[in-house]
């Protein structure tokens, strides 16, 4: 059974930065592809980042591209995503995901397993 579990959100003012990790239980973490989606109150959950098991392979949302870097540790079996230039538009429950499949895949029915999320709210 796979296990997530997202750490690192808080309250930041725009303009900041913050850094989530993703702690993962499986033993084989460095076959899956893992993303990172957001979810604000009354939205739809949206995807934000993806990385594939090289971790070279990487694909952003048009509105995190060039502020937002995920990337990973196959040895610590961990997926982190750096959150700079943060707006209020940021404000989100970002939640990690596993993809089993291996391809970088966006939509969120493509990912198997979830975390049980962590808040980020950005302040103006």
């Known amino acids: 059974q796979v296990q997530l579990v997202e750490s690192g959100g808080g309250l930041v003012q725009a303009g900041g930065s913050l850094r989530l990790s993703c702690a993962a239980s499986m033993r084989t973490f460095s076959r899956y592809t893992m993303g990172w989606f957001r979810q604000a109150p009354g939205k739809e959950r949206e995807f934000v980042a993806a990385i594939r098991r090289s971790a070279i392979e990487t694909t952003y949302a048009a509105s995190v591209k060039g502020r937002f870097t995920i990337s990973r540790d196959n040895a610590q079996n961990t997926v982190y995503l750096q959150m700079n230039s943060l707006t209020p538009e940021d404000t989100a429950g970002y939640y990690c995901?596993?993809?089993?499949?291996?391809?970088?895949?966006?939509?969120?029915?493509?990912?198997?397993?979830w975390g049980q999320g962590t808040q980020v709210t950005v302040s103006s």
């Open positions: 995901a596993a993809d089993c499949s291996g391809y970088l895949r966006r939509r969120v029915v493509d990912y198997d397993s």
